[in-house]
DNA sequence: CATGAATGAGGTTTCATTCAT
DNA sequence: GATGAATGAAACCTCATTCAT
């Protein structure tokens, strides 16, 4: 029952526990109420107390509420934009297969991102809410995840007229058409997955038997 | 002593102008005031300043910052709703019409009213936002206008199929991926109409064009 | 004993009691407490007990702590500040006269201001002590106070000088010679004059005495 | 295991450097930021910058904010206190030389001191401001400098009279007068030195000048 | 009905102080 | 001795709400 060794004790209080985890679980506490309440709604005394910690230090590691703000949600985008990288990558190589696959493989990614974690769709409802107060967040945003997303589908729509698979159609000027379930899904989930919550699993099928048979000759 | 009937008087320098339309007024300036910074974000001055009263009159009217959100909302939603109604009546009568022909309409109904409108994006973005201090309002929002919606384009779907128009698709028990688009362009143009804004007309088309080749046998 | 009339009445915890008067009531509340503490020192709920109003009340009227301390300072030395207008008109018309009376009653003057007038040595000390943080406040009191002070007593040598009752000498390119014993006087009442006050009449006696001897030819 | 008796070790990377400076070293950098900001003003994040120390290390050798002010102001008048011995001493020995000559001396001492040392300046302004929080500063301020240079002050003026050099007068009673150019130019140089300086050489002439005017017969 | 002065609870922020390392 | 992460009391400031007029 004991925990023998336990990794980090400490003296009255909690004081001194792990200087280099605190930012990242401050991050974490701050992300969740940011989500949760929304930027003005949210008390830095919740933050710290999800965090364990108290309103104090928050200020030894961000100088303000704005910053933890934009902080927090910087490093909940990082793990996307970290591996968009990879997923632009792979586009380039799988040139030869078809255009379908690719899109299918792109969707699975994607709707992992931004429907299926929690994360992910807290972040897209939060940037929807919050792009007034912070347009660079918003600006930021679209440059380093929705940009290449977007960019991604154009191409692979592009790569699939090549090949004589797809229709010369919208779906190579206005992408957002190729996402939009995406977002919808995201928002949906968001707002009604108590009450009427989509099974992702067939929304995706399908989105994609739709818009494949849209976009094929 | 007694007021001489006349329904509009014009008290000492112009106060008590029209004496019905305050409320409104107020609801517009709330409106505007929540959408821009959100419920917590906004300040009753704010809103006061914008309909040219002063704070306490709100309170005339409102019994608090809640209520005179909520009133905001619905006020705005109000249009679209008593819009709704002649719409779905007239999916009745129109039965025998070609169901493509159908969509089309209801779908420039739906981007007028969800994506051109500024007040409907708006309306859109802050029930995203506010969703979680304000379950009810989603849950109204999904019952008289979302809801309903979603119904009429599965039975726009569902007449098609029928009609031999369309194949049995996921259209039918996923409307959502059919109006997903309208729901991304209303949330782009609300984050980056500034800089990357959509050519609503051309978007539409695409729209229609690939659903359109999608639903089709 | 009951007072009949009294001037205005107040509901429940005195709201509502004299709109005008407010901000000069605190601006009287903010100068003793930010005399007695410095700015840094002060709280603002002192003034506010001061005052007798409480804290919100005061942002009301001022938009910050920095602000009402320069408008204190700037009431403080408004009177001050007319009165020399009228002190240097005097100067002009009194110009046939022996330059040592128009020095004595000059004096008069100023020590009346800054030394026996406890708000007076409070501001000098204030404005010493505050020069750092507030150089646009220490640069008006030069503009508007000492500047013409010291201005009028150049002036005043000049003008014996040229009567032949004084000696051409530094009186002339440095008066703040002249003035330097009301600056001492006003600060010694600051610090010490609990222990070891000056009396004051014979300090300024004794000062003219000194001074008219040294200009004298 | 025990230390090899070298008094100044010099431990990993640096530290230790001074073993016994540091308190001094504190002081040094206290007095800098307390002079700059004044007591409230003035934050121990600061001084410990300053200082080149972290925060923690000022208790090591203080006990807390208000003692190391004290400090800082009793380090600071040491140098002036140990010359101010020397100089009264020196006034017996030479009491046969004429008084004016004497007064030229002092005052050189003393302006040197208190208007052209930076640090001098920084102190009659610190102690102005803060008089009202540390009084017993004050108090020992004028104990320890200005007590015995007035003192000196009217004993020179008395030995001039003795010797039928000066005029009987108020020199001997308030010798503040005489002190006074002094503060002046120390509180002026504090406030306007950047826009508008002294000349401190020309100012301390037309000081002798005056006064010696002034007391002779 | 309308006002706006006043409130006071509650938010963000600062910083002297502590203490395990 | 020295550190610096952490604290928490207390400061400044905001703003929804009240109420006498």
């Not at 989500?35 to 230090?57: E, N, P, Y």
């Not at 792109?106 to 919050?130: N, P, W």
């Not at 009604?192 to 099974?199: L, V």
Request: aromatic letters at 8%; charged letters at 30%; hydrophobic letters at 45%.
């Amino acid at each position: 029952m004991a925990a023998a060794g336990a990794d980090v004790r400490q003296g009255r209080g909690g004081r001194r526990r792990r200087k280099d985890a605190r930012p990242a679980e401050i991050l974490d506490a701050a992300f969740e109420a940011f989500a949760r309440s929304g930027f003005s709604g949210t008390r830095l005394d919740d933050v710290a107390a999800r965090a364990g910690i108290t309103k104090g230090t928050i200020y030894v590691y961000f100088s303000g509420k704005e910053e933890l703000f934009v902080a927090a949600v910087k490093e909940v985008t990082r793990p996307i934009r970290e591996n968009l990288a990879g997923l632009t990558a792979s586009l380039d190589e799988a040139a030869s297969r078809p255009a379908g696959d690719i899109l299918r493989e792109h969707f699975g990614f994607v709707y992992g991102r931004m429907v299926a974690d929690r994360r992910g769709r807290e972040l897209v409802r939060m940037l929807l809410a919050e792009a007034e107060r912070f347009p660079e967040l918003a600006e930021r945003w679209h440059a380093e995840v929705i940009g290449p997303c977007l960019d991604g589908l154009a191409r692979i729509v592009r790569h699939g007229v090549r090949r004589g698979e797809f229709r010369a159609c919208a779906g190579v000027d206005y992408p957002q058409l190729l996402l939009a379930p995406v977002i919808m899904a995201s928002t949906w989930q968001s707002l009604f997955a108590r009450s009427r919550p989509i099974d992702l699993e067939r929304y995706l099928d399908g989105h994609l038997d739709l818009l494949l048979a849209g976009l094929r000759r």
